[in-house]
Structure formats: C-alpha cells, structure tokens
C-alpha cells in the first residue's frame, strides 16, 4: 500500500482534531483512499508540546523542515490568522505541496493571490472547513449543484451569534447577559468582535458568494451588520408577529450583480433556517434545476471541523493516486459586478417610540408614503403615560428608501426616537431582487 504523508501546521483545536481522527479512524480511511496516510511532521509552539495529542509524533518549530521534506506530499495550515497563515500557504504551494486548510480569512481576503499560486503550481487546494466547521459545503457547490443556476445562498455560520439569538429567544435574557454566559461556556472569545459584529459570518459570505455564482467576492465586497444592537424587545416583537431573529449571512444572484450582506433579520418560522437553533449552523440553497435545498450541522468544534480537513485529505490522497491533480481549480471564472446596498430590496422591520396622542399614526403613515415605503403591518402598544412604541413591517423597498425614510422620521417632532430597524426576508424580496 502507497504511504502518502501529511505535514501539518498547527495543533490547537482543529489541529488536535485532526491527529485524533486521523488516529480513531486510521483503518476505515486507509481503505477508502487505497492508501496509508501518515502525519509525517506537525509544526507546534514549544508551549504545545506538553499536549497529550502530540504524544509520539514527530514535531518541529520550523516550517521548512515540513517544506524541505520532498517526501511530504500534502501540507494541512490550520494555525489561523491572515498573514503569517497566507505565508505559509503559499510557500507550501510553491513549494509543490498539495494543501488543506480551515482558514476563511486568508481565503476571503487573498483569494486571487492563493488560486494565482494554485494555478501556477498545479496542485490542489481545498478548504472545506472553512465555511460550515463539519458542514459539507464547499463541495457541493463546486461539484455537485454546478447543474444548477444558484440564484440564493443564505446561512446561519456563526454559531456564538446564533447560540446569543437563540437565548434571548428562550429565556427573555438581555444581550450583555447572554454575551457573559457564551464567554462563560467557550462560544465568545473574551473580545467577541468578530463575532457579534459579523466580520467572521461576513467572510464565509464571501466565499459562499464566490462559490455559488461564479464571481471573485472579498471581504471589503460585503455589507455587515452585527447583532449588538438586537434588544429582548425586538425578539418579542419577532414572536409575536411569527418571525424569528438571526443573523444571515445572505448571497443573491440579482439583474444588478452580486448582493452580499451580514446582517441580522427577521425570519419566517416557516423557513427552513428558522429552526436552527443554539451553535448550530445551517446553509440554505436555491437553485433552478435542485429547488431549494438545506445543509445542517455542527459549525465548529475540533472533531467536527476535522472531519472536513480530512475529508480534503482524502480528496487529494485520491487525486495523488490517480496522477490527477487540480480536477477542481478555481471557479470564480465570472466577473459580475456587485448590486449596490442603495439598490438591494428586502422588507423592514421598524420601531418607533412616539408621542402617545392623536394623528401620530397619521404623520408617520404619511413620511413613508412620501418616501415610496409601502406599509405591510403596522402595531402600536401603550409605553407609559404619555409615550407609544408603534412597530411597523414594510413591504419589500429599496434600502435608499427606507433610509429616507428612517432620516425624515427622526426629524418628525412626534417621534422621539427609531429604537430598531432590521430587514425581514419574505418571499417578496425574492421575486423583485430575481
């Protein structure tokens, strides 16, 4: 049996995941490839080296003792980070390894420059992780959906966002509340920046954006906005009215270019999104030919992600036996320009906290019909003595619109204050963005 040998980068989570698999399911893999892959050489810091996992292997601080070896075949990057990580890719690349990586920052903000060195060294390079942790994403829509005309891709892809939404849900708990409990527990990082303001969903949207419609998108490409400013008042609302709250991460094919945003919104209990609950993550997708389809799972953990990591392995384990690598390069092969966010057309939830009197309905009514914004549902509840907070659903608008709308509002002497607006996606948005 061939021996095909693996040097990996890194040993934190996803690292440790990757060994303990290749070691669980040594046996089972070995007979699906047709051959022994062997971790030859993992890169660790000196501090590392008292993790169990490690136990003998062979281990190294130096990157080029694993891109001097000509006997390692596939280099694994899973050390994190943009700069150092996009290094390291490409001198693996032009180094004439084959590589596998979870990185969606290098791969959303460098993408041209990596698939330039794939091309260029005529090797494989695959990053299922990097999306949906154990999801299977990637593949599908690089091989298995490309009969397809995809006009949609959505997804819940930050589990700690989406484990924040489902509490406030639940248990009525506030966001400062439920951020504490998620750092508590492992889901937030002690800054969760890049978390509850989008930036880590943003750069999966890019790359599940270039994927799904052919076209280079990067990170600077999408429009984001986090959940900090969701309030348990803005989740009651969502009930009451049948939605539920999450954040998108939203893709769309539409006649003016690609529209790419982070944002959160409100959601159809009916979607199939809706029901994604805690750290889970889900990717739902619209095709002409498929319909609709859903993929659901763990978006992050070590052994889960590790299952994609090896899952690429094989992939280019297969490929180095067959003497065909590259099968599936790059498939940004498009240039579409991107849909202005003026442009982009969705529903909107807005709430207001005004003076409690007679004719308040009347003058808001009239500043949205002044601004072409079409009114879909509007309720209004008592506050205290002498204010109201009136909640209003739209019809699906142009965002320059409705932010016309929501900056003359502001200037209405009867209205004190806009306390929410976030996007509603309905079925409406859908047929006037197609």
């Known amino acids: 049996m061939r021996e095909i040998k693996i040097g990996l980068l890194g040993c934190g989570t996803v690292g440790g995941g990757v060994i303990t698999v290749l070691q669980m399911n040594k046996d089972i893999i070995e007979q699906r490839v047709g051959a022994k892959l062997t971790l030859a050489k993992v890169l660790c810091r000196p501090e590392d080296m008292t993790r169990p ?20 075949d596939i280099v694994v990057e899973l050390i994190g980070g943009t700069r150092v990580a996009k290094d390291f890719l490409l001198r693996a690349m032009d180094a004439g390894k084959h590589v596998v990586t979870a990185n969606k920052d290098v791969i959303a903000q460098f993408g041209k420059e990596v698939f330039d060195a794939v091309e260029r060294n005529n090797i494989d390079f695959l990053f299922e992780a990097a999306v949906g942790g154990g999801i299977p994403i990637i593949m599908p829509l690089k091989r298995c959906l490309t009969a397809n005309r995809l006009t949609e891709v959505l997804g819940i892809v930050n589990g700690t966002t989406n484990y924040m939404l489902t509490k406030m849900a639940e248990v009525g708990a506030d966001y400062d509340t439920v951020l504490k409990e998620a750092q508590a527990l492992g889901y937030a990082e002690a800054n969760p920046a890049s978390d509850v303001e989008g930036l880590d969903a943003a750069r999966k949207a890019a790359i599940l954006a270039s994927l799904a419609f052919n076209s280079r998108v990067q990170l600077k490409d999408v429009h984001v906005e986090g959940i900090t400013k969701i309030t348990t008042a803005d989740i009651d609302y969502a009930k009451s009215l049948g939605y ?19 944002h959160p919104a409100f959601l159809p209990k009916a979607h199939p999104l809706a029901s994604v609950n805690g750290v889970l993550n889900a990717i739902f997708v619209r095709g002409n030919s498929i319909g609709e389809a859903m993929f659901f799972g763990p978006g992050a953990g070590g052994v889960p992600t590790a299952s994609a990591v090896i899952s690429d392995i094989i992939e280019i384990a297969r490929n180095i036996l067959n ?9 940004c092969y498009g240039d ?3 849909c202005p966010i003026e442009e982009i057309v969705t529903s909107y939830y807005i709430r207001l906290l005004v003076d409690d009197k007679p004719g308040v309905l009347g003058s808001i009514a009239k500043i949205f019909g002044d601004a072409g914004v079409s009114l879909k549902s509007v309720v209004q509840t008592a506050h205290n003595k002498d204010r109201a907070e009136i909640v209003v659903i739209t019809h ?6 409705i932010i016309d709308a929501a900056n003359r509002l502001k200037e209405l002497p009867v209205v004190d204050d806009v306390l929410g607006m976030i996007r509603v996606h309905s079925e409406d948005e859908a047929q006037k963005n197609d």
């Open 244 to 262: 539920v709250v999450k954040l998108l991460a939203v893709g769309k094919d539409t006649p003016l270019g690609i529209d790419v945003r982070v």
């Open 396 to 401: 699906a608008v142009k965002y320059k619109a």
């Open 53 to 72: 996992v490690l136990k003998g292997l062979n281990t190294t601080f130096e990157l080029e003792d694993i891109l001097n070896d000509p006997s390692i």
């Open 323 to 331: 003497g065909k690598p590259g099968a599936v390069g790059c498939t």
């Open 336 to 338: 579409k320009p991107l």
